[in-house]
């Protein structure tokens, strides 16, 4: 099995079974996975912010570290290598939140929503998540059979 | 469980920093030293000398060109970044160890004070230039505390996360209960045996309440605001993960909002990303 490492604002793709895509690091971040069983095209993206309008000068280098730009580019990318809109299986983790009852400083949350607010626009479900807390997590996509482990504090590892 | 005079007792038996960084700590602070004073001070320790150039020389700056002697070091990089530099290689090795208590990996630790001092150098950009070196020295110093709790806070960890989980609390809080005793007071007994001065004393003690600190207000505000930064970026992160508490009041009381956190976080990345010689000390 080849590991494929996802950087902090960066987005990977690889195809077939013989890898996966890791993410490390998730704090407030969020880890996107989509992948098609089909042509088993797997793609993931580790966005930081929520919109391309806290920095645009920034958003046009490094894309990948906003969600409304980062993730549009995801889903061009699978599909170039072959994935199919109707097979994609979407699956988030991260957007974790230190703790704020004023609710001000909540960058996990408005990370989210982002993410949420473009799939629904564009009428894509999400398959299933393991957002929000406040721990870091690890996300893993094996293109294998498309399975999304979350690596959380003390060893425990979740599918998602 | 171990008690709270026996954690103290380690806590003394810490070795001294180099006596080469706390020179040049208290030197920063007197404003009647001349930037050739420092160079005085490094030029005598050959390792440090070459570490400091190595660094000067790493991507963290970026210069035009190859640096060769502290002079030139000087002049590229300022006073500021060349005692941090001596700082670093003085402080990597103690936080190079795993830190099996906070669930750190080797080097992580150090990966944390590193992010740290590059989020807290940043706020203090934004809200008074004049603290960033103090900011990035704080930041590195910050979790020092978790080098004495680490084991113990490993042995009580389960019960630690399940207080935590259950009433809602932070970390700190956590220890603090549970121990009687959190990283914050152990860092600050720390720095005060190494005799460091009375402003980053404060911003290690109060890191994660700063409402609390009495003096230095703005350090301890920049450092505390590094931290919330860092461990919402994932920067070596470990079982304590974001369980800290974000206060309204110190980002309104240093002028800034929410959302110059945000703007802060790409340049963040972008200082974090040319950082891997600060990382790579040995």
């Not at chain 1, 894309?63 to 995801?74: C, E, K, N, S």
């Not at chain 2, 240093?254 to 790409?266: I, Q, Y």
Request: charged share 20%; with cysteine; net charge negative.
């Amino acid at each position: 099995m080849q590991s494929i490492l996802v950087d902090i604002a960066d987005m990977k793709i690889a195809v077939g079974e013989d890898f996966e895509l890791t993410t490390y690091a998730l704090g407030s971040c969020i880890g996107v996975s989509v992948y098609d069983p089909v042509s088993q095209v797997g793609g993931m993206l580790h966005y930081m912010l929520p919109e391309a309008s806290i920095n645009p000068e920034k958003a046009r280098a490094n894309p990948y570290m906003f969600a409304d730009t980062g993730i549009p580019l995801l889903f061009r990318e699978v599909y170039k290598h072959g994935a199919a809109r109707n097979r994609l299986i979407i699956k988030l983790a991260g957007g974790a939140n230190v703790m704020d009852q004023s609710n001000h400083f909540n960058i996990g949350k408005r990370n989210y929503l982002a993410a949420r607010k473009l799939f629904y626009r564009n009428n894509l479900l999400i398959a299933s998540e393991l957002v929000g807390g406040i721990s870091g997590k690890t996300m893993r996509l094996r293109l294998k059979d498309g399975r999304v482990e979350i690596k959380l504090p003390a060893g425990e590892v979740r599918t998602i | 469980m171990i008690s709270v005079e026996e954690l103290k007792r380690i806590v003394q038996e810490i070795p001294p920093l180099p006596d080469i960084a706390l020179r040049l700590i208290k030197m920063c602070q007197d404003a009647s030293v001349a930037p050739r004073d420092i160079v005085e001070v490094i030029k005598h320790d050959p390792s440090i000398t070459v570490k400091v150039l190595r660094l000067c020389n790493s991507t963290f700056y970026g210069l035009p060109r190859r640096i060769t002697s502290l002079q030139e070091a000087m002049v590229y990089v300022g006073t500021d970044a060349l005692v941090n530099f001596v700082l670093a290689g003085c402080l990597s090795t103690i936080y190079q160890k795993e830190n099996r208590g906070y669930g750190l990996e080797e080097g992580q630790l150090w990966r944390h004070a590193v992010g740290c001092a590059i989020c807290s150098q940043q706020v203090a950009l934004k809200v008074d230039e004049s603290l960033a070196g103090a900011a990035f020295t704080a930041g590195l110093l910050h979790d020092i505390g978790k080098i004495v709790m680490s084991s113990f806070v490993a042995d009580e960890f389960l019960m630690l996360l399940d207080l935590v989980e259950r009433e809602g609390i932070s970390f700190l809080e956590g220890e603090s209960r549970l121990l009687g005793y959190t990283h914050a007071e152990a860092g600050a007994e720390i720095a005060e045996n190494w005799s460091l001065p009375e402003e980053l004393v404060e911003a290690i003690r109060y890191h994660h309440e700063p409402q609390k600190a009495e003096s230095f207000k703005k350090t301890v505000y920049c450092a505390y605001l590094g931290n919330i930064l860092c461990v919402s970026l994932g920067i070596g992160v470990g079982h304590d993960g974001l369980a800290t508490r974000f206060d309204p009041a110190i980002t309104e009381s240093l002028g800034l909002d929410p959302d110059n956190l945000l703007e802060m976080a790409v340049a963040i990345h972008d200082q974090f990303k040319k950082a891997e010689g600060l990382l790579a000390i040995p």
